[in-house]
Nanobody
Framework: QVQLVESGGGLVQAGGSLRLSCAASGRTFSSYDMAWFRQAPGKEREFVAAFRRSGYIRYADSVKGRFTISRDAAKNTVNLQMNSLKPEDTAVYYC???????????????WGQGPQVTVSS
C-alpha cells in the first residue's frame, strides 16, 4: 500500500506560478512511477507529467515548457512546479503512483486527494 498526501494549490492569476507537492508513505517510493494528472469540471482526468522509476520524464504537450516535475527520493516526495499558468490549467490536480505508466490513468494504482488549482484571467 502507498499513501499519497498532496499540498499546494490555490488561486493564482494568469502568468503566475504554483508548486504542488506529493508525499508518499508505505512501500518503497523508488518502486513506483510517479505522475500528476488533472481533471477540470465536466472533463475526463488527463495526464500532466510523469517521472518514472528509470528517471524517464514525460510531459503532456499542453504543459511542456511551463511545468516541471521533480522527485526527491530522500524525502519520498514528487513535486510539480507550474509556471506561466493559464486559465485552462484550472483543475483538480492528482498525484498518482503505479508501475505500468507513464500516461494512462489506468496504469496507476494509488491516488492522492487532489488539491484545487484555479487560474484567473
Amino acid at each position: 500500500q502507498v499513501q499519497l498526501v498532496e499540498s499546494g494549490g490555490g488561486l493564482v492569476q494568469a502568468g503566475g506560478s504554483l508548486r504542488l507537492s506529493c508525499a508518499a508513505s508505505g512501500r518503497t517510493f523508488s518502486s513506483y512511477d510517479m505522475a500528476w494528472f488533472r481533471q477540470a469540471p465536466g472533463k475526463e482526468r488527463e495526464f500532466v507529467a510523469a517521472f518514472r522509476r528509470s528517471g524517464y520524464i514525460r510531459y503532456a504537450d499542453s504543459v511542456k515548457g511551463r511545468f516541471t516535475i521533480s522527485r526527491d527520493a530522500a524525502k519520498n516526495t514528487v513535486n510539480l512546479q507550474m509556471n506561466s499558468l493559464k486559465p485552462e490549467d484550472t483543475a483538480v490536480y492528482y498525484c498518482a503512483a503505479g508501475s505500468g505508466g507513464p500516461t494512462s490513468l489506468y496504469d496507476y494504482d494509488y491516488w492522492g486527494q487532489g488539491p484545487q488549482v484555479t487560474v484567473s484571467s
